[in-house]
């Protein structure tokens, strides 16, 4: 039964217990390169670690910046990272595009619409550049219809009278991502 709230950190869980791994481990202790790392989820069967993305790793650059560094040592000794941002729902294209390969259940976790629905969420405007980043990051590897999902709440936010200046991320980070990451904006591939 899908749930009806936006996701959060332990309706993630229940996801990947579900249908990832009934043994995966919440903020487990891990030793990597002699210092522990406690990442959100980790499923020793598949070698995979979920990380629930929060505001914070969009608006704090040291946390974005460390998440991308761990990224890379987590990967370089053959671990595959998952990141879930705070504003992308667990719904039927997400799931098979960030979890086809550990399950074959593509149905909605959650009917909780894709975006920045809740009266206090943190906005793209208020992300760190780092933050703007990643957004552009994510909104490139999302298909077209959770995009516009995304982009219809953002404009939902100005036409209830916000000043699109607090609202929304203009279009300077997709350079700068470029530089930092081979964009999969710029890349061909399929249309999950």
């Known amino acids: ?25 919440h ?10 790392r406690r990442p959100d989820w980790y499923s020793e069967k598949h070698r995979l670690l979920v990380e629930f993305d929060g505001p914070l790793h969009f608006t704090k650059a040291k946390v974005a910046r460390r ?18 941002p705070y504003f992308v729902q667990l719904r039927g294209n997400v799931v098979y595009r960030l979890f086809g390969k550990y399950t ?11 975006g920045f629905i809740h009266p206090k969420v ?11 980043v990643r957004w552009g990051y994510e909104m490139c590897r999302l ?3 959770v995009q516009n999902e995304i982009d219809a709440t953002l404009e939902a936010w100005v036409s209830r009278g916000h000043d699109p200046y607090d609202v929304y991320v203009f279009d300077e980070a997709k350079n700068v991502y470029d530089v930092m990451y081979e964009s999969p904006c710029t890349t061909q591939g399929d249309s999950q």
């Open 143 to 145: 298909r077209e219809d």
């Open 1 to 25: 039964m899908p749930i009806t709230d936006h996701m959060l950190e332990a309706s993630l869980g229940d996801f990947l217990r579900e249908r990832v791994d009934p043994d995966i481990r």
């Open 67 to 84: 998440d991308v560094d761990l990224d890379n040592l987590w990967e370089d000794h053959g671990y595959f990272v998952i990141r879930l």
């Open 104 to 114: 074959d259940d593509y149905s909605p976790f959650t009917t909780y619409g894709h």
């Open 27 to 36: 903020a487990p202790t891990l030793r990597l390169e002699g210092m522990v």
């Open 122 to 132: 943190t906005l793209p405007a208020d992300f760190c550049s780092y933050g703007v």
